[in-house]
């Protein structure tokens, strides 16, 4: 389970250029899905990732299942030399996506964000739009169980539709 | 005179989006329930929401105590 306001708070603290994606989007919109991860596109630029991952260390990020007798450094430099990753932190489950399927990297990301204000800072998330294309493409059973409340959640919300 | 996103989701056009989710299982009347918060409640009751999930979790792996209980 993620700790929401630590991780939020985090983020803003350091001026990590983000958007929210995943669940946690969906609740934002209205949705009563229950996800247990905080998922979010970063922008890949040399200053973000700096942000990002002093944001982020605190929290001792380490890729999930991963082998206990393995090594693992987080850096800057991992966080470079990938681009989506999944990590068990102490305050929870947080996932890193440097492109989102069916929309693209952060820039496109950004141009289809909304802003809410929780914890005190202002956070991007996906807006409805690009939640429900995003889901569409990722095209996994847990996709297919949010889908139809985020299609009746845009109706209901169209002010053409009757 | 055009309804309410409430209205339109408690009382859905047959056809629409919103009465294919009613169908597939979705309740309703929970959204309707989470349109009324602000973003900020929301996200209250998500994390609520992932604490009880986690604690069925725990009891899941601990498993059932049998009918008698502890004692």
């Known amino acids: 389970m993620i700790d929401l306001e630590k991780a939020i708070t985090s983020l803003a603290g350091h001026d990590v250029d983000y ?3 995943g669940g946690v989007a969906i609740s934002l919109h209205s949705s009563g899905y229950i996800t247990q991860d905080l998922d979010f596109c970063y922008s890949r630029s040399k200053e973000n990732i ?6 982020l260390s605190p929290f001792s990020p380490m890729p999930r299942n991963w082998p206990q007798d393995l090594p693992f450094i987080f850096d800057e430099s991992t966080l470079r030399n990938g681009t989506n990753f999944t990590f068990d932190t102490s305050i929870g489950a947080i996932d890193l996506l440097g492109e989102v399927k069916g929309i693209g990297d952060y820039v496109d990301a950004l141009a289809n964000s909304v802003v809410y204000t929780i914890f005190g800072c202002e956070v991007r998330a ?3 739009d690009a939640l429900i294309v995003s889901k569409t493409a990722a095209n996994r ?7 139809p409340e985020l299609l009746a959640l845009k109706e209901a919300l169209d002010p ?3 | 005179m055009k309804r309410t996103p409430e ?3 408690l009382n859905p ?9 009613r169908d597939f299982g979705i309740d309703l009347t929970l959204t309707v329930s989470q349109l009324r918060l602000t973003p ?3 996200i209250d009751n998500l994390q609520s929401g992932m604490r009880f999930h986690a604690e069925l979790e725990k009891a899941r792996k601990i498993g059932p105590l049998g009918k008698r209980g502890k004692g």
């Open chain 1, 19 to 21: 958007v929210v994606v």
């Open chain 1, 50 to 55: 700096r942000r990002l991952y002093h944001a």
């Open chain 1, 126 to 128: 996906f807006d409805l």
């Open chain 1, 141 to 147: 059973p847990k996709d297919h169980l949010v889908l």
């Open chain 1, 160 to 162: 053409n539709e009757e």
């Open chain 2, 7 to 9: 209205e339109k989701l």
């Open chain 2, 13 to 21: 056009r047959p056809g629409s989006k919103i009465a294919d989710a």
């Open chain 2, 40 to 42: 900020q409640q929301r």
